[in-house]
């Protein structure tokens, strides 16, 4: 009696609720802007096809492109206030309003505002609450006064949705519209949850399980199909998938009267924001969860009112908030570190060299430095992704363990100092002492790390020098193999039925079943001393094992003997491979003691994974144990978790020119807040720095910035961890610099630049100098032509005046003027002059007998001949009248005059003008007289002259044909003979 009234009394107590288990976020939040006036508020995000964060607040718009905020589309919403945004697949922005729809294609930039058609009753129905993008790609938007309205392309407009609420004749409002798998519409409104039958006609109200009226807020479908619905007033209400009755039942896990805003993610489970703080039903695990936010430097000021969500195609959380900007959560990046928290302490375990493994049920057994075998409780995969931590409770008390695998009968083996020990599905512990009589000093610890599982359910172990096999059941361990004792001992791997062992550069096949036994020998390297050793191996192939060393990573072909190094893509050796795992698409994961590799298979280049994830901080202590397709590394501070899937199906980064500085000025963005394609500079704008970003950084995986500037770079410059470059005192000329992620990936950004030369040197310039060039050239031209023409008529002139007709060589007068000339330079130089006098002989006589035009033919032939023999420049010889010719030698002597002399003479002879009848000769002859003076003696010209002359009458008295010298000086008094 006593017994029935104690459950009667637990029946009738109200027992509390199910407690909620926080899992912190690690957030960073983001000040969108500093205005009041809730301009810090985020009520709607959206990401477009560039990668590009839109974020709106009640007053505007803002572009976020991983390093600045900037407002847009100010003067086209013109003051309205927002209410909702969508990005849809052609990229264009709708965004609802309390005016209307505003269509904004991104491509175009051609703004259309959309005005719903008023409701049956006449209400005006201008404010969108809701824009919404059906699984068919289809718009709708959802109004106050009853308005729902579904764009048709075809129509290029929003029509209106003719449905029948439970009570049409009160206005009433759809606040949230979604869709559930069926692809049936669903509508909360000011009249609770509708669901759609059709385009038009009747809508069905779903009620609650109390029968009361309500207004449905928030709805969506999480990944089982339940709908969740938040009811103003009333907190948060659930209408099951596979409920037998069509009304909300009201989640009693949750207490709260306030539901913000629900989103269900790519997983299919909920966030629920409350005005309480951030939930999330995980809809695997059924269970709803807490999310405390972690904001480093937030000081606790941690925002709890929740406005908006959004998931990125990478998989990044947007969340937005009241008045503290948005939140930003980058998503699960393939490899992160757990902390480990025994049960009942708040210090994490650190420095404790942790070994794990898991058990079918999907708990994580660890080993610990100290001590001791743990456990976890049953892990979900999509769970622990959230989580930074893990707690274990104790599970077995045993010395420290260094191996742990999970057998196939359910049993956990673990190796310890010389023993191995057994705990089995019932919870009993078997200890195995292994054989070890010789102890080497050199080795601190003789453990077991190494355990094999065959398919016969015998376990191999090794220790530091020996190997041993045992069979649950059996009394005594069996030594198998003795190898020279190593740090570690010997490598055990199983492949199919056979069982490899490896210690030195030796490696054992074994044959269980007949004990056949097979020695390969790796190659030593060569340039090297130091013995090599194998710490790992796997077969790959029926006849290839890649074997890791203390010296490299090699695959080892065992048909030929020989084996090829496996590099990293930067062609370096890979030391110390600790472990190989082969996964389902034959690529094989490695690990040593601070990295972790993946080698595609049949590649020799091995690409290094993880990188980020909060190692080599600490060291990988531990092979890998499978959880659910994903790797748990034992790591000296926690669990190292790898996903391989998540690793290699990351969504590609895309870099962004986040800002563009001329010297220290900033480019204005464009009205889409993005950095321009083109810039037309001036020369005087020869300084540009250039800034990168990402709109998402992934957690896992640092930005890596390529750049190049044509027209500067001859090739890519990696900018690694930099996010800015500059370039300064560029020439005027065309540019275009360029941006991607990685050398070998697309060019995501492209910017033109032109330098502009200054005025004088641009083409109008340039061309202005050539045609002053060319007129300059072509007046200078003509000028030079008058001139030329005015010194040809000048000398034409002169010549007229000082050339003698006839014979064509000077008359007396220019005689005269160069007597005067030769007078003042020989005076200067201390020189002699010798004038010559030279007349025809008996020329009056060939006149009269030949005729006068023989006579001129004479008279130029005598000419050319005095020409021809006078040799040097300054000679002179001109024609001084009739028949007579004067010469003037500068700088000659008496002697030098008559060697002239004689050879006139010769010359005329030699000429041979005929002169029949001649007294003298039968040719023509001439008579010369030869007169020097010293100009010095500051004598007149004509003294000289007249010397020269009377020494000619003296040739003429002494017979002709010969010349006569005569002293000036003695020719002060003229003499006649």
């Not at 970003?693 to 044509?710: N, Q, T, W």
Request: aromatic share 8%; proline share 7%; charged share 20%.
């Amino acid at each position: 009696m006593r017994t029935l009234i104690f459950i009667l009394t637990l029946l009738l107590i109200p027992q509390p609720a199910r407690a909620i288990p926080d899992i912190p976020l690690d957030v960073s939040k983001l000040d969108i802007s500093f205005e009041r006036g809730s301009h810090n508020s985020v009520i709607a995000s959206a990401q477009d096809s560039q990668g590009y964060i839109w974020l709106a607040s009640i007053r505007g718009l803002h572009v976020y492109d991983g390093r600045a905020f900037r407002p847009v589309l100010n003067e086209v919403l013109q003051g309205n206030n927002i209410r909702d945004i969508r990005i849809d697949a052609n990229d264009v922005l709708w965004v609802g309003t309390n005016s209307g729809v505003l269509a904004y294609p991104l491509a175009t930039k051609t703004p259309r505002w959309y005005q719903m058609a008023k409701t049956p009753a006449g209400f005006p129905a201008t404010s969108a609450n809701i824009i919404y993008q059906d699984q068919k790609g289809s718009l709708w938007a959802g109004t106050g006064n009853g308005g729902l309205h579904r764009y048709e392309p075809s129509f290029d407009k929003f029509e209106r949705i003719d449905i029948i609420p439970p009570d049409p004749d009160t206005p009433w409002t759809v606040f949230d519209i979604a869709e559930n798998a069926q692809r049936d519409m669903w509508l909360g409104t000011g009249q609770g949850v509708l669901r759609l039958t059709g385009t038009k006609g009747l809508a069905t109200a779903i009620p609650l399980s109390t029968g009361e009226s309500y207004s449905a807020k928030k709805i969506t479908f999480d990944g089982a199909g339940n709908l969740w619905v938040g009811v103003a007033g009333k907190g948060l209400w659930i209408l099951p998938a596979q409920a037998s009755q069509n009304e909300l039942v009201a989640v009693d896990e949750l207490k709260t009267a306030r539901i913000l805003d629900l989103y269900t993610d790519s997983n299919g489970d909920v966030w629920i924001a409350t005005a309480q703080g951030l939930f999330r039903y995980g809809f695997r695990q059924g269970s709803i969860f807490h999310h405390p936010f972690r904001i480093p430097g937030s000081q606790g000021k941690t925002p709890r009112s929740i406005a908006s969500f959004m998931e990125t195609k990478a998989g990044t959380l947007w969340i937005g908030t009241y008045n503290h900007g948005v939140l930003h959560r980058p998503p699960y990046p393939g490899a992160k570190l757990l902390e480990l928290r025994i049960k009942g302490q708040s210090e994490p375990v650190q420095n404790a060299d942790i070994i794990c493994a898991t058990s079918p049920d999907s708990r994580v057994y660890v080993g610990l430095k100290q001590g001791g075998v743990y456990r976890s409780a049953p892990l979900d995969v999509n769970q622990i992704s959230l989580s930074n931590s893990i707690e274990i409770e104790p599970f077995l008390d045993a010395p420290r363990v260094n191996a742990l695998v999970w057998s196939t009968d359910n049993s956990l083996l673990c190796g310890a100092k010389n023993a191995l020990l057994r705990v089995t599905p019932n919870g009993e512990a078997e200890h195995k002492q292994l054989v070890f009589n010789d102890p080497d000093p050199s080795l601190s610890t003789h453990s077991v790390r190494h355990i094999a599982l065959m398919d016969d359910g015998r376990i191999w172990v090794s220790n530091t020098k020996e190997l041993y096999s045992w069979k649950p059941g059996d009394t005594d361990v069996r030594k198998e193999l003795t190898f020279p004792p190593q740090a570690g001992g010997a490598s055990v791997m199983r492949s199919g039925a056979e069982l490899w062992v490896a210690y030195g550069s030796t490696l054992h096949k074994i044959d269980p079943r007949s004990g056949h036994q097979r020695m390969y020998a790796l190659p030593e390297p060569a340039n090297t001393e130091e013995a090599m050793s194998v710490k790992s191996l796997l077969m790959t192939r029926s006849e290839e094992l890649i074997v890791g060393t203390t010296k490299e990573l090699l695959r080892y072909n065992l048909r030929s003997g020989t084996a090829t190094p496996v590099h990293t893509i930067g062609n370096e050796h890979i030391p110390n491979v600790l472990s190989l795992w082969a996964d389902k698409d034959g690529g094989t994961w490695m690990h040593t003691q601070t990295k972790i590799y993946h080698l595609p298979p049949g590649s020799n280049q091995a690409r290094e994974m993880a990188i980020g994830a909060r190692h080599p901080a600490s060291s990988i202590t531990a092979s890998p144990a499978v959880l659910d397709k994903m790797l748990v590394y034992g790591h000296s501070d926690g669990l190292l978790l790898v996903d391989p899937q998540q690793l290699f199906s990351r969504p590609p980064t895309l870099p962004k020119i986040s800002e563009i500085r001329i010297y220290e000025r900033k480019v204005p963005a464009t009205p889409l807040g993005r950095m321009p394609k083109a810039l037309e500079l001036d020369h005087l704008q020869n300084f540009l720095s250039f800034s990168f970003s990402m709109p998402e950084i992934s957690a896992l995986d640092a930005p890596r910035f390529v750049y190049k500037l044509e027209g500067v770079d001859s090739a890519w410059t990696d900018a690694g961890t930099q996010s800015s470059v500059s370039y300064a005192h560029l020439q005027p000329g065309r540019y275009v610099f360029h941006l991607k992620d990685g050398f070998d990936g697309p060019v995501t950004e492209s910017v033109s630049i032109t330098i502009h030369p200054p005025w004088w040197l641009t083409v109008w310039a340039k061309t202005s100098y050539a045609l002053f060039l060319a007129l300059t050239f072509l007046i200078s031209s003509l000028l030079l032509a008058r001139l030329q023409t005015a010194r040809i008529r000048k000398d034409m002139l002169e010549n007229l005046v000082m050339q003698d007709p006839l014979t064509g060589v000077p008359n007396r007068r220019k005689f005269q003027e160069v007597l005067a000339a030769e007078k003042s330079r020989c005076k200067r130089s201390n020189h002699q002059i010798s004038v010559l006098m030279i007349d025809i002989d008996y020329f009056k006589g060939f006149n009269d007998r030949f005729g006068h035009q023989a006579g001129d033919l004479a008279l130029r032939s005598v000419a050319q001949t005095l020409n021809a023999t006078l040799k040097r420049p300054e000679d002179f010889v001109g024609r001084y009248g009739g028949e007579e010719f004067v010469v003037v030698l500068p700088s000659t002597n008496r002697s030098g005059a008559e060697r002239v002399a004689q050879k006139i003479q010769q010359a005329l002879f030699l000429t041979n003008i005929p002169y029949p009848g001649s007294p003298l000769s039968d040719r023509i002859t001439v008579s010369l007289g030869i007169s020097t003076f010293s100009p010095q003696t500051d004598l007149h010209i004509d003294s000289g002259l007249f010397s020269a002359d009377q020494a000619l009458y003296q040739a003429k008295r002494n017979g002709r044909n010969c010349f006569f010298y005569k002293d000036h000086c003695l020719a002060l008094t003229p003499l006649r003979q």
